[in-house]
């Protein structure tokens, strides 16, 4: 095996910290403090392997509300529209026992009003695209269409009262460069339309395109339908409005600096109130770093928030902070704990908040108290994600594990570990499936650091064979595999292939020190911890070592084109929506923000930046690599890709280059190209590898 890796790497390669978003396709598990009512799910009790169709046959839940008299939840449901090639989603309704669900109305997102007689939703509308609609929640069923916005709105929220919704959405405006006068058109002139002006740092942006003009900014809106009036104003983006327990205010996160477009400050924010009566602002915290998440407590004397000092480090992650309602008094009262935090939610009585988040591996409860300290609420090999609570304290959530890919389940908060599950919306796709075993690994590597990973195994695994394995590598590179259901893994293990995916030095859930470990050595400190994770999988005896290959996306596929260009191990790869050279995505990618993790601009230094891009190792490249990306990606932008791709055929090295139709950043938001993926994946690997499918697909 050769190993080649530059002298300067050894000092550092740049994390992408918060710029790349993972692209992982990933559903949730079980656990066995979940026991499955269906056991056909189990390995061994059905009769066929999954296959690649049923894909278009899953369902997803998500977002359960129960109403405040915890007598019905309503939650979202998505579903493929084969014909259309989109995902679709509806609400759904059932009694708080899970009896008499039925179908509600299309849209997703609902809130109860605080006295449960209205939902508020989201669903296309006029004059287009996704709207506000409030639902009455009687027998008559009466709906009102509540904003006709040519931007649409996110973020809402009921007022205490009910009478009024806050929102967010982006106000269009000008560059002021913009205007220039030509001379009078000819009658009946076709001239070509006006070019379009750029003046803003961050102009683009994955999914949405050129953005460049406008901002976002809070409105409220009667909830009964009328004009939206915007309550913030200036040339800055506002998000996440709460409000007040009187009604009074608002409060959100922003940066409303006259500097704040600057990328030296894109790692700050602040928490601000606004009057909703006048549209006064008054600025609620001062950090050089970033506040952000205000939610206020019962009685509203409180205000929670996270909150973390400016830094150089490529990640760190928040402290839990509370201050008066006037800004004044804040502290810290997280302690020492040291994960992510995810939404939080006061307790009714004040004492602390609820907050579901990520951990080794798994998702767990969580409780904070005013008075100090973090307390988890929840064990298991699970993903638990509390939604929203009752009244009297009964919540509900979506709960889901190995072979499940996840359902609605309630419980109480005076004992989280005893729940209900009420939901079973894939039971039917997978009632006669065979899933494959999902094994939990642990292993040492370099540094002293140990890596959580999980093995996907075929569902006639045997471990006297030799079989294929895939190594998967999540992208981020901050973020964190779990061993939940993942479709696309069992697939390939159900076409023969053992599957290996792990968290190494970089992935969140295991702490700051472990995420931060990669800082200025991205990639190159995280590639060890993949390796041993093949010897790992190798000194189990059932993996052919002349049958290894590798794939990951975005962060995955940074670390795969480094991958090849550093060992000859692996028999095929596929780099998916990589980046290969930094120096031309800081120009072209919208996630400018990277740059700052590098020690020195590189027209400054340009060693640190070479040294960490793959594009620069390619004449050490001998594995077959095969790329794929979405043709209008703009986080790891087509031009990264044909560089990889030109230079490969220049070395000679066998490629192939794959242009997703109608994708962004991934190559599987739609439902057809999700289908794809898995298929060239597996037949470029079948091209180059001995190992072929056990049935035609």
């Known amino acids: 095996m050769r190993t080649v890796r530059h002298a300067a790497a050894l000092g550092g390669a740049v994390a992408l910290a918060v710029v790349l978003a993972a692209t992982l396709a990933v559903a949730a598990v079980h656990s066995p403090a979940f026991a499955q009512d269906d056991?056909?799910?189990?390995?061994?009790?059905?009769?066929?392997?999954?296959?690649?169709?049923?894909?278009?046959?899953?369902?997803?839940?998500?977002?359960?509300?129960?109403?405040?008299?915890?007598?019905?939840i309503v939650y979202t449901r998505g579903w493929i529209d084969k014909v259309g090639d989109r995902?679709?989603?509806?609400?759904?309704?059932?009694?708080?026992?899970?009896?008499?669900?039925?179908?509600?109305?299309?849209?997703?997102?609902?809130?109860?009003?605080?006295?449960?007689?209205?939902?508020?939703?989201?669903t296309a509308g006029e004059p287009e695209g996704a709207q506000l609609f409030v639902r009455w929640m009687d027998a008559e069923g009466a709906t009102t269409q509540v904003t006709r916005l040519q931007n649409g709105p996110s973020n809402a929220r009921w007022s205490p009262d009910g009478e009024w919704i806050a929102f967010t959405s982006r106000v269009d405006d000008k560059a002021e460069f913009a205007g220039v006068q030509l001379p009078d058109r000819p009658e009946g002139a076709d001239w070509t339309e006006a070019p379009k002006v750029v003046e803003r740092a961050a102009y683009k942006r994955d999914r949405a395109g050129y953005v460049d003009t406008g901002y976002t900014h809070v409105f409220v809106v009667p909830a009964e339908g009328g004009t939206p009036r915007q309550l913030t104003r200036g040339d800055w983006n506002h998000s996440g409005p709460r409000w007040s327990p009187d009604g009074s205010e608002l409060y959100f996160t922003s940066f409303r600096d006259d500097e704040a477009d600057r990328?030296?400050?894109?790692?700050?924010?602040?928490?601000?109130a606004v009057s909703v009566a006048t549209g006064d602002v008054r600025r609620l915290t001062d950090r050089r770093g970033e506040d952000s998440g205000p939610v206020p407590s019962?009685?509203?004397?409180?205000?929670?928030?996270?909150?973390?000092?400016?830094?150089?480090?490529?990640?760190?992650?928040?402290?839990?902070?509370?201050?008066?309602?006037?800004?004044?008094?804040?502290?810290?009262?997280?302690?020492?704990?040291?994960?992510?935090t995810g939404a939080m939610t006061w307790a009714h009585d004040g004492s602390g908040l609820y907050f579901s988040t990520s951990r080794d591996g798994y998702r767990q409860l969580h409780f904070v108290s005013v008075d100090g300290g973090v307390r988890q609420l929840t064990e298991g090999k699970h993903m638990f994600d509390m939604s929203s609570f009752s009244g009297g304290g009964i919540a509900v959530g979506v709960v889901s594990s190995a072979h499940e890919p996840?359902?609605?389940?309630?419980?109480?908060?005076?004992?989280?570990a005893?729940?209900?599950?009420?939901?079973?919306?894939?039971?039917?796709?997978?009632?006669?499936?065979?899933?494959?075993?999902?094994?939990?690994?642990?292993?040492?590597?370099?540094?002293?650091?140990?890596?959580?990973?999980?093995?996907?195994?075929?569902?006639?695994?045997?471990?006297?064979?030799?079989?294929?394995?895939?190594?998967?590598?999540?992208?981020?590179?901050?973020?964190?595999?779990n061993g939940s259901f993942n479709f696309a893994f069992q697939e390939h293990a159900a076409n023969g292939y053992v599957v290996l995916y792990t968290n190494p030095r970089g992935s969140t859930g295991y702490g700051t020190a472990f995420a931060n470990a990669i800082n200025h050595d991205y990639p190159g400190a995280d590639f060890p911890d993949l390796m041993n994770g093949v010897d790992e999988m190798l000194a189990r005896g059932y993996v052919d070592q002349d049958n290894l290959f590798v794939y990951g996306c975005s962060g995955g596929g940074i670390l795969t084109s480094y991958i090849v260009g550093n060992t000859d191990r692996f028999t095929a790869a596929s780099a998916n929506c990589p980046i290969v050279n930094w120096i031309s995505a800081m120009g072209t990618s919208d996630a400018t923000g990277y740059m700052r993790t590098f020690e020195k601009p590189f027209w400054e230094d340009p060693a640190e930046w070479i040294d960490r891009s793959s594009i620069f190792y390619v004449g050490n490249v001998t594995t077959p690599t095969m790329l794929l990306t979405g043709e209008m990606d703009l986080r790891t932008?087509?031009?990264?890709?044909?560089?990889?791709?030109?230079?490969?055929?220049?070395?000679?090295?066998?490629?192939?280059?794959?242009?997703?139709?109608?994708?962004?950043?991934?190559?599987?938001?739609r439902p057809s190209n999700f289908l794809r993926t898995q298929l060239?994946?597996?037949?470029?690997?079948?091209?180059?590898?001995?190992?072929?499918?056990?049935?035609?697909?």
């Open 406 to 416: 996840g359902d609605v389940y309630r419980f109480d908060l005076s004992d989280p």
């Open 298 to 340: 019962p009685d509203g004397s409180l205000i929670a928030y996270t909150g973390i000092d400016a830094h150089r480090d490529t990640y760190r992650n928040r402290r839990i902070y509370v201050m008066n309602r006037d800004g004044s008094g804040s502290r810290t009262i997280s302690g020492d704990y040291d994960r992510q």
């Open 680 to 697: 060239y994946l597996r037949k470029w690997f079948e091209k180059w590898g001995t190992h072929k499918r056990p049935a035609a697909e």
């Open 418 to 481: 005893r729940t209900t599950r009420l939901t079973s919306v894939n039971a039917d796709v997978l009632e006669r499936t065979q899933l494959g075993e999902v094994e939990e690994v642990w292993y040492d590597s370099d540094g002293g650091f140990r890596v959580q990973g999980w093995i996907v195994k075929p569902p006639d695994f045997d471990p006297s064979r030799k079989h294929p394995m895939m190594l998967v590598i999540h992208g981020g590179p901050h973020g964190m595999y």
């Open 637 to 669: 932008p087509m031009g990264q890709t044909e560089e990889f791709y030109q230079a490969l055929h220049y070395v000679g090295v066998p490629t192939v280059m794959v242009r997703f139709q109608g994708e962004w950043h991934g190559t599987s938001s």
């Open 39 to 72: 056991a056909s799910a189990q390995p061994g009790a059905s009769h066929q392997p999954l296959a690649l169709s049923q894909y278009l046959d899953m369902e997803t839940v998500s977002n359960p509300r129960i109403s405040p008299d915890g007598t019905r």
């Open 87 to 122: 995902r679709r989603s509806s609400l759904r309704i059932m009694n708080a026992d899970g009896t008499r669900g039925r179908h509600l109305t299309d849209g997703s997102g609902a809130r109860w009003s605080p006295d449960g007689t209205r939902i508020l939703f989201t």
């Open 263 to 272: 990328p030296e400050h894109w790692q700050e924010s602040e928490v601000y």
